[in-house]
């Protein structure tokens, strides 16, 4: 059973045309990671949330948002898509995001910019 | 971010073992050495973590040098569905940082 869901696996939108890919978990944990990965690379990460405290990379460009309306889902947004933001989306979550847990991933969404 | 050096790509027989080292210098009393991998087109997945002490699990098996510099990351018996990228991180906080992992071939 699909523990941390992203929707959609699949995602093509048009350069400039905001878009928001989706992450929901049935694992209650308090810590979700959103992460971007690109051909033939690591994933990067992008920020995370611990509950509802929100905790951004440096390096991440202001065209990436996220929200977190609840425990159980979180949202990435992306406000104006260049070519260079195709790429997989991956979402993760941790119990605590202690040191001693384990993350659990989801399939990830694969973004293309047409 | 604590850093991590793995070989880009290791290539090992289906069925035999197959010993996924890593190098961590630089790791501090509190880290935690975390293995993960990612098979094709799928998220990464959990395989194992270990402080001081070596570790087993039903995936696979965690050798952690006695000056904790250094971590193998043992698959007994190698299949072919272990073709996977490799990631050994160190965690200490909150965050979970992938270096660039080893590229693992099993030849059938």
């Known amino acids: 059973d699909a523990m941390v869901i992203q929707n959609p696996r699949y995602q093509v939108t048009q350069f400039g045309k905001p878009v928001t890919l989706s992450c929901s978990q049935t694992l209650n944990h308090n810590v979700m990671y959103w992460y971007q990965q690109k051909s033939s690379q690591a994933p990067k990460l992008l920020f995370h949330?611990?509950?509802?405290?929100?905790?951004n990379e440096a390096d991440t460009p202001d065209n990436f948002q996220s929200r977190r309306p609840n425990t159980s889902f979180c949202f990435l947004d992306i406000r104006s898509p260049g070519l260079g933001d195709a790429a997989m989306y991956l979402c993760?979550?941790?119990?605590?995001?202690?040191?001693?847990?384990?993350?659990?991933f989801g399939q990830g969404t694969r973004l293309t910019v047409v | 971010d604590a850093k991590t050096t793995q070989p880009n790509s290791m290539e090992s027989n289906e069925e035999e073992p197959v010993h996924l080292p890593c190098n961590h210098s630089t790791i501090s009393g509190t880290d935690y050495i975390h293995w993960y991998r990612q098979l094709p087109s799928q998220g990464p997945e959990y395989v194992i973590h270990?402080?001081?002490s070596n570790v087993n699990n039903r995936m696979a098996s965690l050798a952690i040098a006695e000056d904790r510099k250094s971590s193998t990351l043992i698959l007994h018996r190698a299949t072919l569905r272990d073709a996977a990228v490799y990631y050994c991180?160190?965690?200490?906080?909150?965050?979970?940082?992938f270096g660039k992992g080893t590229r693992l071939h099993i030849l059938p």
């Open positions: 949330y611990y509950d509802k405290d929100f905790n």
């Open positions: 993760a979550t941790s119990r605590d995001g202690q040191a001693d847990t384990e993350a659990f």
């Open positions: 991180i160190l965690n200490r906080d909150d965050k979970i940082i």
């Open positions: 270990g402080l001081t």
